[in-house]
């Protein structure tokens, strides 16, 4: 349902051959900057030098459907480069969705900082589910809730703190006016 949802409201973005070139360097920005892990967990998940931070970008800056799209494809470019699958529906809940999630960004437009929240906790919701539906057997005397929620929560948290820093340091008002100008 998400992903229906979510492609009709892709089909409303105006896809011009500028914003297909910033989509494609935002993609490959942020798979370079996920091969630099700080720290990788054993079932998938790691610690990035920001590399969710190009997605972000292109939702604040051209809007959320255009996020939605840009992490539908880095999700889909992950899923092929680093695959740890368990279930079909865990693929899902594990590669495009929660990289769509950071779309969520682009509703924040105003408050980079609280978008850039919302975005990995939206990331992170969607890990937790897969976390303790699929990988419940890791939990040992844990439970797989609250496994999913420190091993989801520990390395999100730090990444999204990371993201956070970067976000906070760049001027994305003053690079969504060059992006309006020239698009006139």
Not at 57 to 77: C, D
Not at 94 to 99: A, E, N, Q, S, T
Not at 127 to 138: E, I, K, L, N, R
Request: glycine share 10%; with cysteine; proline share 5%.
């Amino acid at each position: 349902i998400i992903l229906t949802v979510t492609l009709l409201r892709v089909k409303k973005v105006r896809i011009t051959p500028k914003l297909t070139a910033q989509i494609g360097i935002a993609i490959a920005l942020s798979l370079v900057l996920n091969m630099f892990k700080i720290y990788r967990l054993p079932q998938g998940g790691s610690i990035t030098l920001g590399g969710m931070v190009p997605i972000l970008l292109i939702a604040m800056i051209y809007g959320p459907e255009a996020g939605f799209l840009t992490g539908l494809l880095y999700g889909i470019l992950d899923l092929i480069l680093e695959p740890y699958i368990v279930h079909p529906i865990q693929l899902l809940f594990d590669y495009p969705l929660p990289f769509m999630a950071l779309g969520i960004a682009g509703y924040f437009k105003h408050n980079k900082l609280l978008g850039t929240v919302v975005a990995v906790f939206a990331r992170f919701i969607f890990h937790f589910v897969s976390g303790f539906v699929f990988f419940a057997d890791y939990s040992q005397n844990m439970g797989p809730v609250l496994y999913s929620l420190v091993y989801n929560g520990s390395f999100l948290a730090i990444d999204g703190l990371i993201c956070l820093v970067i976000i906070g340091i760049l001027p994305i008002d003053r690079l969504r006016h060059i992006a309006k100008a020239q698009a006139q």
